[in-house]
Every structure is written in structure tokens, then in C-alpha cells.
């Protein structure tokens, strides 16, 4: 098992930039494919990025490519999501999330068994 939380949401105008930070504790976090979720009011939960093990692939959403950066370091336990140019609609909760299933990256919120328990951003026009 292993406990994810997460940091570094808050209030930013649009064109701003966070780093947000999901440091985990349990088992080994090489394990865990890793991924970054977000939901918006009224809205599904889905996929922003994710990244392999070893942090040497990556996946991003058609919308957050050259704007999002996911990175990992698996001596520190932690997964960062650093978002430039950000938009007013990229306004979410964002949870960190792992899977320790599979060695492929999932889009799918179904596919990750272990939670952090969110962040608010918000994106001011």
C-alpha cells in the first residue's frame, strides 16, 4: 500500500505558472506508474499526464502538451506536475494517483488503485 499527498496548489492568474508535488510513503515508489488527475465542478475526473517507473516515458492530455511538465524522483518518493501558461479552465482539483498493476501508462481513472486526497487550482482571467 501507499499514501499519496499532495502540495503546491493555490490561486494564480491566467498565463501563471504552479508546481504542484505529490509526495509518497508505503511501499517501494518505483512500483507505481504514476499519474496526475483533475476534476472540475459538474465535470468526470480525467488524466492529465502520467509517467512510467522509471520516469522514462511519459503521456500527456492532447490539452496540457508543451504546456504541463510531469517529472518523478524515485529516491525522494515524489512525483511533481510543474503547469506553465495556465488557462482559466484548467481551474480543478488535482489528484496524484499510482498503479501498481501495470508497467504501461493508464488514462483510465479505474486503473490506479491508491489516491492522494487532492488540490485545489484555481485560474483567475
Known amino acids: 500500500q501507499v499514501q499519496l499527498v499532495e502540495s503546491g496548489g493555490g490561486l494564480v492568474q491566467a498565463g501563471g505558472s504552479l508546481r504542484l508535488s505529490c509526495l509518497a510513503s508505503g511501499r517501494t515508489f518505483s512500483s507505481y506508474t504514476m499519474g496526475w488527475f483533475r476534476q472540475a465542478p459538474g465535470k468526470e475526473r480525467e488524466i492529465v499526464a502520467g509517467?512510467?517507473?522509471?520516469?522514462?516515458?511519459?503521456y500527456y492530455a492532447d490539452s496540457m502538451k508543451g504546456r504541463f511538465t510531469i517529472s518523478r524522483d524515485n529516491a525522494k518518493g515524489t512525483v511533481t506536475l510543474q503547469m506553465n501558461s495556465l488557462k482559466p479552465e484548467d481551474t480543478a482539483v488535482y489528484y496524484c494517483?499510482?498503479?501498481?498493476?501495470?508497467?504501461?501508462?493508464?488514462?483510465?481513472?479505474?486503473?490506479?488503485?491508491?489516491w492522494g486526497q487532492g488540490t485545489q487550482v484555481t485560474v483567475s482571467s
Open positions: 509517467i512510467s517507473r522509471t520516469g522514462r516515458t511519459t
Open positions: 494517483a499510482a498503479d501498481g498493476s501495470t508497467l504501461r501508462i493508464e488514462i483510465r481513472v479505474d486503473r490506479y488503485d491508491y
